[in-house]
């Protein structure tokens, strides 16, 4: 399978947890962005890397939320100390980004995290 | 007023009907326009990526941008069962960062058999 490989699927977590993702991209691609769904949403914009830089974070991802990509292949998502309102699907999607080109997003299956 | 709007649905359909799907949007910096399709628990799947205005085809699958009007449609003929899932736009402002990537809520679609 060549397409974005996210990890788990699913989480249940106890509030004030620690829970970390790990989002897998097309090989090949060079960018990598997170996003967040609620139900009867559209996916929203968390933060995205080209390469191992991640250049832009959205005003959503509070000081509890940190994302790395250290070798700009995988990335990993860290939420500390969760809250119920961070339930949510946690979306990855990758795409390649050539000059001024950028190539659509590709996504992920998400993983589905459910704080109680 | 948000940046794009969709209608949610749901919208119900019999099978083999011409399903028109659509979005407005408020910001004429928006240059690149995208369909995904994504059914319950699963990621939003690429169907149309389209830039200029006019239709783009594909299969059964035709997207239409006019821009002077701010409004994107995606029309499905021949409307299957398996076409039945949540159907999103998405819009991008020239430049391409990612921040511009913006989604509407989606519309649930309901082909019945």
């Known amino acids: 399978d060549t397409g974005v490989s996210q990890n788990p699927r699913h989480k249940i977590t106890k509030r004030g947890q620690n829970v970390t993702f790990r989002c897998d991209p097309i090989?090949?691609?060079?960018?990598l962005y997170w996003y967040r769904q609620t139900l009867g949403q559209g996916p929203e914009f968390l933060t995205y890397?080209?390469?191992?830089?991640?250049?832009?974070k959205s005003r959503l991802l509070s000081d509890r939320f940190s994302a790395e990509r250290p070798k700009g292949s995988f990335s990993t998502l860290e939420i500390q100390r969760t809250e119920q309102g961070d339930s949510a699907m946690y979306l990855c999607a990758s795409s390649l980004s050539v000059g001024a080109n950028n190539s659509p997003l590709h996504f992920g299956n998400g993983t589905r995290l459910t704080v109680t | 007023q948000k940046e794009v709007e969709q209608d949610p649905g749901p919208l119900s359909v019999p099978e083999g009907a011409i399903v028109s799907l659509n979005c407005t949007y408020s910001?004429?910096?928006?240059?690149?326009f995208m369909w995904y399709r994504q059914y319950s628990r699963k990621g939003p799947e690429l169907l149309m990526y389209t830039y200029s205005s006019g239709n783009k085809e594909d299969g059964r699958f035709t997207a239409q941008v006019d821009k002077s009007s701010k409004y994107i449609s995606l029309f499905i003929r021949d409307s299957q069962p398996s076409d039945s899932a949540t159907y999103l736009c998405?819009?991008?402002?020239?430049?391409?960062?990612?921040?511009?990537?913006?989604f509407g809520k989606g519309t649930h679609l309901i082909i019945q058999p």
């Open positions: 890397f080209q390469n191992e830089a991640q250049l832009e």
């Open positions: 090989s090949e691609h060079n960018r």
């Open positions: 910001n004429s910096a928006f240059q690149y």
């Open positions: 998405a819009m991008i402002r020239s430049g391409g960062g990612a921040d511009g990537l913006t």
